[in-house]
């Protein structure tokens, strides 16, 4: 079946402008988690969904970021005021949890988000 | 607070040879551990993942680690590794909570193979 999908893979925006990333998760999977990507390091967590809810929202670094899931399946992370300093590689990932169980991530290809 | 440390930043190795990266996580509770890689111009993919149970854990492509609970370590082996495993692994850490957990990962080791 399908992977997870991310759109666009690129995007090039000004600073101060804002943006949204689209992730499209496994279907069926239930969580859906957003990661960034900086050069030479490893992912970072920002924000998980359970359903349409986000169940852990600490890893947002401040409130120019935002995310929703309105029907448990596709997510949107928004940027508003982009800077330079947002410049990263944004990574989806989703996961079929069973109850008492522990989950395996499976990542998309990631938006590599350029601001100038 | 999770974190995890990936002490080889950077490992060239010559076909045949074997490898061990390593990987130690800092966490007070029981951890799920994980293993991905990411091959030059494609995502993140799993190679191995322990859970419970046999801490010596075998994933695809020969790889295999092993966890030492008293060591904090979940170090990545491979006997006879092979140009195409030219690629950058990760290590990762999250805890078991029964519910969907975010994933901590180490900063990774990129790692050459040479024919």
């Known amino acids: 079946g399908a992977g997870v999908s991310q759109t666009p893979s690129n995007k090039v925006t000004e600073k101060g402008k804002y943006v949204e990333l689209r992730c499209d998760p496994i279907?069926?999977?239930?969580?859906l988690y957003w990661y960034r990507q900086s050069l030479g390091q490893g992912p970072e967590f920002l924000i998980y969904?359970?359903?349409?809810?986000?169940?852990?929202d600490s890893g947002l670094p401040n409130d120019r970021f935002f995310a929703v899931r309105p029907e448990g399946s596709v997510s949107t992370l928004k940027i508003q005021r982009t800077e330079r300093g947002d410049s990263a590689v944004y990574l989806c990932?989703?996961?079929?949890?069973?109850?008492?169980?522990?989950?395996?991530?499976?990542f998309g290809p990631g938006t590599r988000l350029t601001v100038l | 607070a999770q974190s995890v440390s990936q002490h080889n930043h950077h490992v060239i190795l010559s076909e045949a040879a074997s490898l061990e990266l390593g990987c130690n996580y800092s966490?007070?509770?029981?951890?799920?551990l994980f293993w991905y890689v990411q091959y030059p111009g494609q995502h993140l993919q799993l190679l191995l993942k322990y859970f419970s149970g046999d801490p010596l854990v075998k994933g695809i492509k020969g790889f295999e680690a092993e966890f030492i609970k008293s060591k904090f370590s979940f170090n990545l082996r491979k006997p006879s590794v092979q140009w195409s495993d030219t690629a950058e692994y990760f290590c990762a850490v999250n805890a078991p909570t029964g519910t969907a957990s975010k994933l901590t990962f180490g900063t990774g080791t990129r790692l050459q193979v040479t024919l």
């Open positions: 990932a989703s996961s079929f949890l069973q109850s008492g169980s522990s989950d395996t991530q499976y």
């Open positions: 279907s069926g999977h239930t969580a």
């Open positions: 969904f359970q359903g349409t809810g986000a169940a852990d």
């Open positions: 966490y007070g509770g029981t951890v799920n």
